[in-house]
């Protein structure tokens, strides 16, 4: 869970703007994270799931320019086109494992708890403890480790069932948003959640947050999958 999210002072937004300057694509690199995921195999069930709608640049959340200032090399990165996950049974057992993996191995604390301060500090779980935020950048890493694009994993925040401030991530597939959350192991299509869904990462650049301000349905279960 987290607080609500800041709006950027101007003093942010400068100390960032030299942070996040449009960089050029290498065609390699987008040739060899792109192929990766367009390999023919079997769809799993979850024809169901579709994409929310996204609007225009919102406020950036203060705690991701925070992490990028802590940890510069994780957000001065390249702007790349946009790239969905080929949703295989193969893709969708590894999302399941690492949501599993980081829920089971991250203590929740408070983020006031933890580091005592009300301001929202995003970090990976260096000490094991954390709040929502801590457990979706930790499945970023994790997923990115694992050969996923960071074009389809991208921070976001929405309302949960009991209007508080919360952090999940959403996988970019090619059937749909899937939501990993840190209060449900299961994998979710996004609109499977009743989340009210805020803002989230712009595919193509992490540092660009794009407005949604869309109810994600109601909480129910995907269909198993064989």
């Known amino acids: 869970m ?21 960089t050029s694509l290498s065609a390699g690199t987008a040739v060899a994270q792109t192929t990766l995921f367009k390999q023919p195999s079997t769809q799993p069930s979850a024809d169901t799931v579709r994409s929310a709608s996204v609007g225009g640049r919102t406020s950036i959340p203060y705690g991701w320019v925070d992490f990028c200032h802590r940890r510069p090399k994780e957000c001065n990165v390249p702007a790349l086109p946009a790239t969905n996950v080929k949703l295989t049974a193969q893709n969708l057992r590894i999302l399941k494992r690492i949501n599993q993996k980081a829920n089971g191995s991250i203590k929740p604390v408070s983020n006031y708890e933890h580091w005592g301060t009300m301001m929202d500090h995003w970090d990976y779980p260096v000490d094991g403890k954390g709040d929502c935020k801590i457990y979706a950048l930790y499945k970023r890493k994790l997923l990115m480790e694992a050969g996923f694009p960071r074009q389809a994993l991208l921070m ?6 009991n209007n508080e401030g919360h952090t999940i991530l959403t996988v970019k597939t090619d059937k749909g948003d899937l939501v990993l959350d840190n209060l449900v192991d299961e994998v979710r299509p996004w609109d499977a959640t009743g989340y009210y869904f805020l803002k989230r990462q712009s595919q193509q650049n992490p540092n660009i947050w794009v407005s949604i301000n869309q109810r994600g349905g109601t909480p129910k279960r995907m269909t198993p999958n064989s």
């Open 2 to 22: 987290l607080r609500s999210p800041g709006v950027l002072t101007s003093s942010f937004l400068l100390g960032l703007a030299s942070l996040i300057g449009a």
């Open 156 to 161: 976001t925040v929405v309302r949960d069932l």
